[in-house]
């Protein structure tokens, strides 16, 4: 038989299982005399592999559809799951945590597989579901005194844009995470919020407010935690948020080699300037305040994002704004770092026409940093490769918001001195 009898396949890691859906081809339903016993009694075969050296950056299609059969094993014969009348599911729960696995499928009628179906096993206390973020905002909201829960909007896909606020409004610190789907996000930016809310009090919190975006990306950042292989970037519509912003928009950056007006390319600025509801959200949610200074997580996986600052390129020959960004930049570091390069400021000005950062610098004129993972300055940094191959835990998550805590304290602590308040 030339054709495959499944079709539709989709792969995803669900509760630290793996989960595969199928449906059977309409030419069972067409031709019932010509595949006796279909669909009632279809039984698969599976054959898995692990893809060892198959890490974050590599090309992904590339990748597995090199991938070979001959090297797979074979884990299952016999009938999955029947959903309806044509979709099926078969489930591996023989899996484990941060590996990666090539399926293939096939029929005992068949006498080709299908093509290679990769996903990933992620641990999801590093790799957050949309409903884990929904749901530790929402215990967080209730938990602490004075902590506002507001919506922004919806993502392309209709999941929820919110963020968690306290305190001083016309003096706010602001956190966003996951512009960009697989960097550091959900976690880092609610658990240094958290920190704060365990640590400092009301007279604290009268001259300095928090807000945070935990999830600006939610489609997408969603996929991350069902299994997806690879790096993902653009938004559910395929635009780079981080390009979006009505600020410089219509100049076009090639920052990586890629055309910010090139609608295949991971920078796509979208088809005009705001055109995604994220950036609207992100917009009216700082619309809503008033910022003294604002970051935007970013690099790797698990919340990974370390005190490298990138601010907005068009602030960099500004050098009132420049000297503004040192004065929160040097504080910050003195205490995000133990002992790693005394001395050393890891502040560059880079971030591109459309970018947020860029957008922020032209509305507020306030210190605003994408925040990276120290790979401009640090080649090869064990914590940063690690992080970068899906490798990031919880005692390292733990150990990245302890220090930009101790950044962020340090840094306001200086601020609040300086303006006397
Ligand atoms: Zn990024």
């Known amino acids: 038989m030339a054709f495959s009898l499944i079709w539709n396949t989709s792969i995803r890691c669900v509760d630290g299982y793996v989960e595969i859906d199928f449906n059977i081809s309409p030419v069972v339903r067409r031709k019932p005399e010509d595949f006796p016993g279909l669909p009632d009694n279809l039984e698969v075969i599976v054959y898995r592999k692990e893809a060892k050296d198959y890490h974050y950056n590599l090309f992904r299609n590339e990748f597995f559809e090199t991938e070979n ?39 005992k009628m068949n006498d080709r597989h299908l093509s290679p179906l990769s996903v990933r096993v992620v641990d999801k206390d590093v790799i957050w579901t949309h409903e884990k973020t929904l749901a530790e905002s929402r215990r967080i909201a209730e938990f602490y005194k004075g902590v506002e ?68 990306n939610p489609d997408e950042a969603q996929r991350m935690a069902m299994g997806y292989t690879s790096y993902l970037r653009v938004n559910s519509a395929g635009v780079d948020l981080n390009r979006n912003f009505p600020a410089d928009w219509d100049i076009v950056s090639d920052m990586y080699g890629l055309r910010t007006d090139d609608p295949e390319s991971a920078t796509y600025r979208g088809p005009r300037f705001a055109s995604e509801p994220e950036t609207r959200a992100v917009i009216s949610f700082m619309k809503s305040l008033n910022p ?107 150990d990245i918001t302890q220090r930009h805590f101790a950044g962020m304290e340090n840094y306001l602590s200086k601020y609040i001195e300086t303006k006397g308040l």
């Open 292 to 398: 003294i200074s604002v970051f935007s997580l970013h690099c790797y996986p698990g919340g990974i994002t370390y005190d490298q600052f990138l601010g907005p390129g068009v602030g960099g020959e500004d050098s009132e704004y420049v000297e503004k960004c040192r004065e929160l930049v040097i504080p910050y570091s003195k205490k995000f770092r133990k002992n790693e390069y005394p001395g050393q400021l890891f502040l560059t000005f880079g971030a591109t026409p459309g970018s947020f950062p860029v957008w922020v610098y032209r509305n507020y004129h306030v210190p605003v940093f994408d925040m990276e993972a120290w790979d401009y300055f640090v080649r090869n940094h064990e914590g940063a490769l690690k992080a970068c191959r899906f490798g990031a835990d919880i005692e390292m998550m733990n």
């Open 149 to 216: 829960f507001t919506n922004y909007g919806y993502s392309v896909k209709g999941r929820e844009m919110f963020a968690l606020k306290k305190g001083n409004m016309d003096r706010a610190v602001v956190i966003v995470g996951g512009i960009h789907a697989a960097e550091a996000g959900q976690f880092t930016a609610l658990d240094v919020f958290e920190k704060f809310l365990k640590n400092k009090d009301d007279a604290f919190f009268s001259k300095i407010g928090f807000a945070v975006l935990p999830s600006a």
């Open 69 to 107: 059969i001959e090297e797979a094993n074979c884990v299952f014969t016999g009938k999955p799951v029947r959903k309806s009348f044509n979709m099926f599911r078969w489930v591996d729960k023989n899996v484990e945590d941060g590996k990666v696995y090539t399926y293939w499928l096939t029929t």
